[in-house]
């Protein structure tokens, strides 16, 4: 079993960043890709940045130039870098640990508010 805890979520003014952090417990495998999605309200949970064990990253086409993924697999922490928030950004941003191993498991964190508003 894999537990996910993000932190760093808040109300912040366009344009300006954030930071969010999500630990992992459990066992966590080289294989495992991690990840952030986000969810608006009365809008789908959709894909926002993914990562290897090997640094090998995906961006959401609105994302990309303002998001950094990053990866601690010492440490069993992901890291997403908000730059440059527009009021679009607005949404619950979950950490996610995808294992496919025989089938695809996802793990899913509680979620954390970000607010882009002035």
């Known amino acids: 079993q894999v537990q996910l805890v993000e932190s760093g979520g808040g109300l912040v003014q366009p344009g300006g960043s954030l930071r969010l952090s999500c630990s992992a417990s459990g066992s966590i495998l080289a294989s495992d890709v991690m990840g952030w999605y986000r969810q608006a309200p009365g809008k789908q949970r959709e894909l926002v940045a993914t990562i290897t064990s090997g640094g090998t990253t995906t961006y959401a086409d609105s994302v990309k130039g303002r998001f950094t993924i990053s990866r601690d697999n010492v440490k069993n922490m992901v890291y997403l870098q908000m730059n440059s928030l527009k009021p679009e950004d607005t949404a619950v941003y979950y950490c996610?640990?995808?294992?496919?191993?025989?089938?695809?498991?996802?793990?899913w964190g509680q979620g954390t508010q970000v607010t882009v508003s002035s």
């Open positions: 996610n640990v995808r294992r496919s191993i025989f089938r695809r498991i996802d793990y």
